[in-house]
């Protein structure tokens, strides 16, 4: 039940509009006059006055937010595949950290390093080698993993840029040919945490290897669809992690490719359709707060802000019999009402705009 819905019926009990004993159109606000019935009146006389609850109209910045369910770990594994020809002799283990230049792998005893780039290899690179956006990744790599020596990393394989390949292939002790293969290096965006390895040692070194993801924790979240548009990559979100910790993050990735689960993991029941959902991952503005490997998040959304507006408790908003809204102001012996147009709802305030309504004027209200 919204909480108007709420006010609506709170107020059906209280109230009846039955008798407009008189009506003031001041601009857009208006007086509405209404009469209390008393349950088993018998007419022996005026019923007691009932005290009421009174609120003062006050001047407030309001936050509307929605709350999701997350999971703090290290994002969505992804899979990495080797493509060296040969018998794997070398494998990480579960929960180790691959970082550039570092062997991913090794077949017949030789490592296959991890290389960052967004551009996996795709032809092999050496003098003759035409300009691509893939010899920028080498030289970039080359650059930090201290063997440079060709100038800024750009597009244009030079013999500076052999020069560098020679040096860092002996620091592996590999064949020093100047040249790089897509078989020689696994290009990923980052470091690797490894998950789970499915390759096994004595096997071939082309096919899946293991199961990675990053090494910053993140929070994961399954949103349905029809919330996509409250998310966009750079907003600002609240994190409640498992024990209370509060932290802040922002969201860095909000997915394209739609989901469809029944929320537990497992096939939807027959007749009950599964939820449409997309990824998003939220980066925390210092990981260092979280404390956890994996936990349960709670990730509030601010999806709209008011700054100094006129609120009231909800409970002081009327549904009136007519249509609209209104607001029962207390003024000194006599109340009445005023009609107002409600904005914003959040924490159990409502903003309000009506003709003669300040800062200080005080509602009935029932909480």
Same mark, same amino acid.
């Given at each position: ?181 897509? %078989? @020689?290096?696994?290009?990923?965006? *980052?470091?690797?945490?490894? =998950? $789970? &390895? /499915? #390759? ?5 070194? +082309? ?29 600002? %979100? @609240?994190?409640?992690?498992?024990? *209370?910790?509060?932290?802040? =993050? $922002? &969201? /860095? #990735? ?5 989901? +469809? ?107």
């Amino acid at each position: 039940m919204t909480e108007i819905e709420q006010v609506r019926r709170t107020r059906r009990t209280r109230w009846l509009l039955a008798a407009l004993a008189g009506v003031a159109v001041l601009g857009t606000g208006a007086t509405v006059v209404v009469a209390r019935v008393a349950a088993g009146s018998d007419g022996d006389g005026p019923p007691p006055a009932e005290p009421v609850r009174t609120a003062e109209v006050t001047r407030a910045d309001l936050a509307q937010q929605e709350t999701m369910d997350g999971t703090l770990g290290y994002g969505s594994e992804r899979e990495v595949a080797g493509r060296k020809p040969g018998t794997i002799t070398w494998l990480p283990a579960p929960g180790d950290v691959v970082d550039r230049g570092a062997p991913v792998y090794k077949v017949d005893d030789k490592p296959v390093p991890l290389f960052y780039g967004a551009l996996p290899f795709y032809r092999e690179l050496g003098e003759g080698a035409g300009h691509g956006p893939d010899v920028k990744v080498l030289e970039e790599n080359l650059r930090d993993l201290g063997f440079g020596g060709f100038g800024k990393p750009d597009e244009k394989f030079t013999a500076a840029t052999a020069t560098a390949v020679r040096k860092w292939q002996k620091s592996l002790e590999l064949e020093e040919t100047g040249r790089v293969a897509p %078989v @020689d290096v696994v290009v990923d965006t *980052g470091a690797l945490r490894v =998950g $789970t &390895v /499915s #390759a096994k040692l004595g096997g071939e070194g +082309t096919g899946p290897l293991l199961k990675a993801t990053g090494t910053e924790r993140v929070v994961t979240m399954e949103v349905e669809v029809a919330k996509q548009g409250l998310l966009k990559v750079g907003d600002k %979100v @609240d994190l409640t992690i498992a024990g *209370g910790k509060q932290a802040k =993050g $922002t &969201v /860095s #990735a909000v997915g394209s490719e739609v989901e +469809t689960d029944s929320g537990s993991g497992e096939e939807a029941p027959p007749g009950q359709e599964e939820e449409p959902k997309v990824a998003v991952t939220v980066k925390l503005d210092d990981p260092n707060v979280a404390g956890f490997d994996s936990a349960p998040v709670e990730v509030v959304v601010t999806t709209g802000q008011r700054e100094g507006v006129l609120v009231v408790p909800v409970g002081a908003l009327l549904a009136l019999a007519e249509g609209g809204y209104a607001v029962e102001v207390v003024d000194g012996a006599q109340r009445r009402l005023v009609a107002v147009d409600p904005g914003l709802f959040a924490g159990g305030r409502v903003e309000v705009t009506g003709e003669g309504l300040t800062e200080g004027t005080k509602v009935v209200t029932t909480s």
